[in-house]
């Protein structure tokens, strides 16, 4: 069974400019979270899907990120206009059930803003 | 809010030696509690998983500890290899939510 997937692994953009982050979970996992780790914090969320629908967003920092789940399967963060404080790593996590089970992490995109 | 904290930041033992690290969080209105393993660039590996109701759970050398009440929980690893050098990162699930704490770095010196 493949894991939690994202694409890309890195990317580098300047000020300004736009980028999408893409997360494919577990194949059957309705929850669907993004979390991220800026430099030299610990990692925090950012929102939970369930299936298509945002249960929880409360973690996205401004509206200059966009998350969407078009059909409930894979996940887009969409960043625009990236600032140089959205560097990090974004990691996305599903699980196939809400609370109880254990969330599975893919690798983590890494995003560098200059 | 809920707030995670790590002890200690960062640890180096030599190899063989068993070890615990600890995590204590604010709020103990939790589902569950996760011990993760972070290598440099790499994603999270989940190392065990202890719901809210569990006392703890073992996996090999891994045993894990919960104590709701008091808002802490141990990961013990018994007779450390270099292999287990990494960051180990505890995260507590509130409302289908993980909160982190900002992990304890191991070194295991052969």
């Known amino acids: 069974e493949a894991g939690v997937t994202q694409f890309p692994s890195h990317s580098v953009i300047e000020k300004g400019q736009t980028v999408t982050l893409r997360c494919d979970p577990i194949?059957?996992?309705?929850?669907l979270y993004w979390y991220r780790r800026v430099m030299g914090k610990e990692i925090k969320f950012l929102l939970h899907?369930?299936?298509?629908?945002?249960?929880?967003e409360s973690g996205m920092p401004n509206n200059r990120f966009l998350a969407e789940r078009t059909g409930g399967t894979y996940s887009t963060l969409k960043v625009q206009p990236a600032e140089l404080e959205d560097s990090g790593v974004y990691f996305c996590?599903?699980?196939?059930?809400?609370?109880?089970?254990?969330?599975?992490f893919g690798p983590g995109t890494r995003l560098t803003v200059t | 809010k809920q707030e995670v904290t790590q002890i200690p930041a960062a640890l180096s033992v030599p190899e063989g030696e068993n070890l615990v690290l600890n995590c204590s969080f604010t709020?103990?209105?939790?589902?569950?509690l996760q011990w993760f393993r972070q290598d440099p660039g790499k994603g999270l590996t989940s190392l065990l998983l202890?719901?809210?109701?569990?006392r703890e759970q073992t996996s090999g050398r891994l045993n894990a500890s919960l104590d709701k009440s008091s808002g802490r929980s141990t990961l013990y690893i018994a007779a450390s290899q270099p292999g287990d050098s990494a960051t180990y990162l505890c995260?507590?699930?509130?409302?289908?939510?993980?909160?982190f704490g900002s992990g304890t770095k191991l070194n295991v010196k052969p």
């Open positions: 995260a507590v699930n509130n409302f289908n939510k993980f909160y």
């Open positions: 899907f369930v299936k298509e629908s945002k249960q929880d």
């Open positions: 202890i719901q809210s109701s569990q």
């Open positions: 194949s059957g996992h309705d929850n």
């Open positions: 709020d103990s209105a939790i589902y569950n």
């Open positions: 996590a599903s699980s196939g059930r809400q609370g109880f089970n254990e969330q599975y």
